[in-house]
């Protein structure tokens, strides 16, 4: 790999950034000062920037508590986006793995890897995601029967695949979908007359929401929590 490449991947150096420090004699390579974007690394090459030995940024897995009045983009638009909310290098590769609405709160992914990402949402596989629903009305008696029989969504030509419906208390209930749908949850809970107040994800496939991340708060994930997400799940939307 070139000098200038290699800066440019360890840092938030632009590769004009990257020219211009080269330049100035500020990185050394194994002790010795070079001044060459050109210079082709070698394994092993221990390159240092005003003292400090830099490294590639390898790929990230981050598991947020994303907070209410956030959006899944990339960039800010109408509401800040959650990527503000990570204080990582390189920030711009990074991308959430499906999505929520602004005002759901809870569990998102975040990474860099695409293939990764690939995996998780492929529609061949079929992955629990899990919302808590504070609702504006108690439900139906034979709410969780219809949810896990499928419902005709307003604007579809096919019902929901089978869900699962837990009652917590009067005016909030526990909801298990397996796929991801536009705003899905929320239009289920319309499609019985029920207006969600407040939606919480919980969990995605086998991972839950670490109970420690306050709204805002975010953590690596586990090598096991990685390989473990790898294997399940499909499409997803904003619920």
């Not at 990527?83 to 590769?93: A, P």
């Not at 439900?139 to 419906?165: H, I, M």
């Amino acid at each position: 790999m070139r000098l200038d490449k290699y800066l440019c991947e360890s840092t938030d150096l632009t590769r004009s950034q990257a020219r211009t420090v080269l330049a100035s004699g500020e990185i050394t390579v194994n002790g010795e000062v070079v001044k060459r974007g050109t210079h082709i690394m070698q394994d092993g090459d221990d390159v240092q920037w005003e003292g400090e030995s830099l490294a590639i940024i390898g790929l990230r897995y981050i598991m947020l508590n994303k907070p209410a009045g956030y959006e899944c983009s990339l960039r800010n638009s109408q509401h800040p986006s959650v990527m503000s909310l990570i204080d990582v290098d390189k920030r711009d590769r990074l991308h959430t793995v499906g999505r929520l609405d602004v005002e759901t709160t809870g569990l998102i992914l975040i990474t860099d890897d695409g293939q990764w990402t690939h995996r998780i949402i492929s529609p061949r596989h079929r992955c629990d995601k899990v919302y808590l629903a504070t609702l504006a009305e108690t439900l139906p008696q034979n709410a969780g029967e219809l949810f896990l029989a499928g419902v005709l969504l307003e604007g579809e030509d096919k019902p929901t695949l089978p869900a699962v419906l837990e009652r917590v208390d009067e005016r909030s209930a526990r909801l298990t979908i397996q796929e991801g749908k536009y705003h899905q949850v929320r239009r289920m809970f319309a499609s019985l007359g029920n207006l969600v107040l407040a939606l919480h994800r919980e969990r995605i496939g086998p991972v839950s929401l670490d109970a420690d991340l306050q709204p805002g708060e975010s953590r690596y994930l586990t090598p096991a929590e990685v390989a473990a997400l790898a294997q399940s799940s499909d499409g997803d939307a904003p619920a």
